[in-house]
């Protein structure tokens, strides 16, 4: 069973930057899917960010051009992944909690932000972007 963890979640100015790292380990397929979500208080759980094992990379409409997702392929053990989530220029609106996602195969495009495409779950990193 893949195990996640997320770091990097605090309090920053709008406007300004942060990043979130997730580490997730003891990948089995040499296929895979990760993805940032978020939650607002009352809302929904949303898809933020996702790459898959070929690079394939979707945004949210509301992150594009702001958010990048990134993986780092310096990694030698193949069943550990450490994912990235640089997040500049932000707004209050980006206020939530955020989890790293991940899931073993392959998965079309359309659905890389969909939440229920993914079996593991980190415990969340809260972002408060302040005004």
């Known amino acids: 069973q893949v195990h996640v963890v997320e770091s990097g979640g605090e309090t920053v100015q709008a406007g300004g930057s942060l990043r979130l790292s997730c580490e997730a380990s003891e990948f089995t397929y040499p296929h895979y899917y990760m993805a940032w979500f978020r939650q607002a208080p009352g809302k929904e759980r949303e898809g933020v960010a996702s790459i898959d094992s070929d690079g394939v990379t979707v945004y949210a409409d509301s992150v594009r051009g702001r958010f990048t997702i990134s993986e780092d392929i310096a990694i030698q053990d193949n069943a550990k992944k450490v994912l990235y989530l640089q997040m500049d220029r932000l707004e209050p609106e980006d206020t939530g909690a955020y989890y790293c996602?991940?899931?073993?195969?392959?998965?079309?495009?359309?659905?890389?932000?969909?939440?229920?495409?993914?079996?593991?779950w980190g415990q969340g990193a809260q972002v408060t972007v302040s005004s």
């Open positions: 996602a991940a899931g073993e195969g392959r998965l079309s495009r359309q659905l890389l932000l969909l939440h229920r495409a993914y079996s593991y």
